[in-house]
T-cell receptor, first 114, second 114 residues
Framework: GDSVTQMEGPVTLSEEAFLTINCTYT??????LFWYVQYPGEGLQLLLK?????DKGSNKGFEATYRKETTSFHLEKGSVQVSDSAVYFC?????????????FGTGTKLQVIP | DAGVIQSPRHEVTEMGQEVTLRCKPI?????LFWYRQTMMRGLELLIY????????DSGMPEDRFSAKMPNASFSTLKIQPSEPRDSAVYFC????????????FGPGTRLTVT
């Protein structure tokens, strides 16, 4: 079945540091890929997405590129802020018709210190 | 739009009691999902509906859990009888259309069973 593997957390960075959170996936065909973010005490919200190979999703300074050859969708940000402290989830959904289940990774907690 | 609405936000109950969690999806969304989040197991999909019909309930842990969606604007998740191991944050999410569209999560219900 489909699966998503994320790097273990927590990740602790100083403000303005470069961020990478690794995500790899296993799926048949060409799934859509997502990064969701969960701030403390809140539900998940979509951060960015990519629906086909080589697409780059971006939002709020975060980027991720859909790499079919390495089955990866790593999240990056050039300069993190304290307000980026949250849990980040990589996820996928198959593009085949009729099966709408989203598979989430286990989440990676990011803590940014001033 | 008000977003996905869940109630109550917090629920504390004693073992053996019935618990009912409520969700109002975003108007016009035809998919509704119930998730459970714990530190040990992460984010788990319990059940999802399409056009008010349950499609996949394979994540429902046992017969003590049941979910209904009597109309397009309301869903419930019921636990009867509740047990301490049911303590978790329960999220409702809704989505319009295909798998490449984002899911919109509610703020969650934090359930504590003593």
């Amino acid at each position: 079945g489909d699966s998503v593997t994320q790097m273990e957390g927590p990740v602790t960075l100083s403000e303005e540091a470069f961020l990478t959170i690794n995500c790899t996936y296993t799926a048949t065909g060409y799934p859509s890929l997502f990064w969701y973010v969960q701030y403390p005490g809140e539900g998940l919200q979509l951060l960015l997405k990519a629906t086909k190979a080589d697409d780059k999703g971006s939002n709020k300074g975060f980027e991720a590129t859909y790499r079919k050859e390495t089955t990866s969708f790593h999240l990056e940000k050039g300069s993190v802020q304290v307000s980026d402290s949250a849990v980040y989830f990589c996820a996928l959904t198959p593009n085949s018709g009729g099966y709408q289940k989203v598979t989430f990774g286990t989440g990676t907690k990011l803590q940014v210190i001033p | 739009d008000a977003g996905v609405i869940q109630s109550p936000r917090h629920e504390v109950t004693e073992m053996g009691q019935e618990v009912t969690l409520r969700c109002k999806p975003i108007s016009g969304h035809d998919y509704l999902f119930w998730y459970r989040q714990t530190m040990m197991r992460g984010l788990e999909l319990l059940i999802y509906f399409n056009n008010n019909v349950p499609i996949d309930d394979s994540g429902m842990p046992e017969d003590r859990f049941s979910a209904k969606m009597p109309n397009a604007s309301f869903s419930t998740l019921k636990i009867q009888p509740s047990e301490p191991r049911d303590s978790a944050v329960y999220f409702c999410a809704s989505r319009r259309g295909g798998g490449w569209d984002e899911q919109y999560f509610g703020p969650g219900t934090r359930l504590t069973v003593t």
